[in-house]
């Protein structure tokens, strides 16, 4: 049988190390195809709450950001539980500098590439986002542990019914 204590560290570790790809390969976009890609997200967000009917929108800067955050939001639950899942120490603390050193990374690939350039507020946002992860992670954890238990604790009812 699988066993995800021996596998589930090392599959962790290639998705953390795969989603940093992810991230890197949306910074070596040129400023035109990002510009792009916002663009479409941001129609497809307003055109969804128009039909909920719902007057805000979106506008090209806060489509940016948020993906910023939400890419970094997804590593910090990535590297957190990687870090977890290998018993290494403090992992709060190497999951917030693995998103500070993805972020610098991401922001120095953006040197290079045609209309696109470092921002150091995009770092902070980033970070940011990966330090909002590892509370989220925690929380789902607990509601899963808590679940267990109710479950648990209602089997063993049901059974000790005559």
């Known amino acids: 049988m ?3 204590r021996k596998y589930g560290k090392w599959i962790l570790t290639v998705v953390a190390l795969l989603w940093c790809v992810v991230i890197w390969q949306f910074s070596l976009a040129p400023a035109s195809a990002s510009s792009a890609t916002s663009g479409t997200v941001r129609k ?3 055109e969804t709450l128009a039909t909920a009917g719902i007057s805000f929108r979106f506008t090209h800067t806060m489509v940016r950001k948020i993906a910023h955050f939400t890419e970094f939001f ?3 639950i ?3 539980a990687t870090f977890r899942a290998h018993r290494a120490p403090y992992p709060p603390l190497l999951a917030v500098a693995a998103a500070l050193v993805v972020a610098t990374v991401d922001e120095c690939i953006q040197i290079f590439v045609p209309g696109r350039g470092p ?3 995009d770092v902070l946002l980033d970070t940011a986002g990966g330090i909002v992860g590892m509370p989220t992670l925690w929380g789902v954890l607990a509601l899963a542990l808590y679940i267990k238990i109710k479950r648990t604790k209602n089997v063993k009812k049901i059974s000790k019914t005559p």
């Open 44 to 46: 497809f967000l307003n």
């Open 119 to 121: 921002g150091v507020l």
């Open 78 to 80: 990535l590297t957190h």
């Open 74 to 76: 997804i590593l910090g």
């Open 2 to 4: 699988w066993d995800f």
